[in-house]
């Protein structure tokens, strides 16, 4: 009789190994997939355009007389529809507020807003605000802010209430990794970069900056999330990852003038917060803005510190709420679901 004891005590191909291959083959699949183009998915039209922008309605009653949402998303080298999640969670919680946002127009080397300066962005601004009823609710979601800070102060009898969502005010305060770089750069440098890019700064360069500043989270730990998601079947997470990466990896490019104004006026030489800086031949006085105040920053965030944001509490003279979210990091103060919550019961219900 054969002894079959060999043979029943041989252990089959172990299952774990075929799902390894199985993930494996999902996840390469996943990091090979091409990406989409970036464009809006919440429907809008367009209610204003010049070169330099778009200006875009997400609700369909123009004639609403309700004090209007106007978003100053990030300009910084990724396209601005990262607003999409804040624009979304306003409409759920108040679908009769009109909402706004402030599009800027990626720029060429022929086009005309190559040369648009701070002067144009505040101005710009404030025909946007005209355009809509006069008067807003400013949310400012990363270098918005600056931007929406110089409007504000020049302008402060057409804002409601003015939010910043992760965006410098004082670029000294802390330690920041895009502040020591600019510090430490000479100017030479980032002149080169925009006369490289024949009048802009390329998108390119922001990326491969931002990417340098956590180079193994861009470079490693993506890809770690990644698998993890795949090994757990997670297919929120997996979706999630290909949001990001579609946003991350496309830069858009913005206009040298302002690019290197912003580095010199703000950056290096942190004009705003002291009170030095002259936009359409006015000194940007922070204390004229007497509207409520909500300053938002993330525990994780290391592109804009708390302390960057906080530090407007000391120089606006309007009642100021600050908050700093729980992990979170520069995009997900205004992306993650958790602090979309703390949007919608602390900014978006105290809206008049």
Known sequence: MADNTAQANTPSRPSDVMQMWVNMMRFW???????????????????????????RNFTPDLHNSRTPVLILAPNAGHHQNIAEPLIGKTLTVDSSRPVFLLEWKEPTTTSKNKSDSIDDIVTNIHACVDQ???????????????????????????????????GPIDFEAGDGKIENGCRVLPMAFFEGLVAAGGGVQKGESQLMGFKGMNPYDRYVGDYVDLWEAVCKGDEKEIKKWHRFKEWYEQPVDIPGVWYLEAVDKLF?????????????????????????????????????????????AKVVTGPVTMKTLENAGHIGVFVKESSLKYWETDILKSLD
């Open 29 to 55: 699949a996943e990091v090979l997939k091409p990406y989409e183009p970036e464009g809006w998915k919440l429907k809008n039209t367009i209610v204003c355009e010049n070169p330099s922008l778009w200006l």
């Open 268 to 312: 290096k030489h942190n004009l705003l917060i002291k009170g030095e800086l002259v936009i359409l031949g006015q000194k940007v006085d922070l204390s004229k803005i007497t509207c409520p105040v909500h300053l938002i920053a993330g525990d994780e965030d290391d592109v804009t510190l708390p302390e960057q944001v906080f530090a407007m």
């Open 132 to 166: 809509i009823g006069g008067k807003v609710h400013l949310f400012c979601l990363c270098q918005g802010a600056w931007a929406g800070a110089i409007y504000g102060a020049l302008y402060p009898y057409t804002l409601a209430s003015y939010t910043n969502a992760a």
